[in-house]
Nanobody, 123 residues
Framework: QVQLVESGGGLVQPGGSLRLSCAAS????????VGWLRQVPGKEREGVSC????????LYLDSVKGRFTISRDTARNTVYLQMNNLQPEDTAVYYC????????????????WGQGTQVTVSS
């Protein structure tokens, strides 16, 4: 079965770091663009980052540039999101999702989604 599982979320103080993992089973992530998106109650999903399959180029939400890094580990069939200098506004449920082969312009154009992992940034 095609499945994405996010992990690595938790509670962290402002300025702290987390690394989120998106592990895939049933398919090879290298064949797809993979994005990280987040959602807070009452708001639509917001694209955070995406990595393209063909050239490995990456995209970032402007507010996370310089703080977040997306990467792919083909051996583990996993995509990561390293989040540094976390701020309260980063609090959300984070999802990974696939599209292919290029990062889509809107969240609705992603295909498979994981179940999400909660990130809470608070003192």
């Amino acid at each position: 079965q095609v499945q994405l599982v996010e992990s690595g979320g938790g509670l962290v103080q402002p300025g702290g770091s987390l690394r989120l993992s998106c592990a895939a089973s049933g398919f090879t992530l290298d064949h797809y663009a993979v994005g990280w998106l987040r959602q807070v109650p009452g708001k639509e999903r917001e694209g955070v980052s995406c990595i393209n399959t063909s050239d490995g180029s990456t995209l970032y939400l402007d507010s996370v540039k310089g703080r977040f890094t997306i990467s792919r580990d083909t051996a583990r069939n996993t995509v990561y999101l390293q989040m540094n200098n976390l701020q309260p506004e980063d609090t959300a449920v984070y999802y990974c999702a696939t599209a292919g082969p290029w990062c889509p312009a809107v969240a609705s154009d992603f295909g498979s989604w994981g179940q999400g992992t909660q990130v809470t940034v608070s003192s």
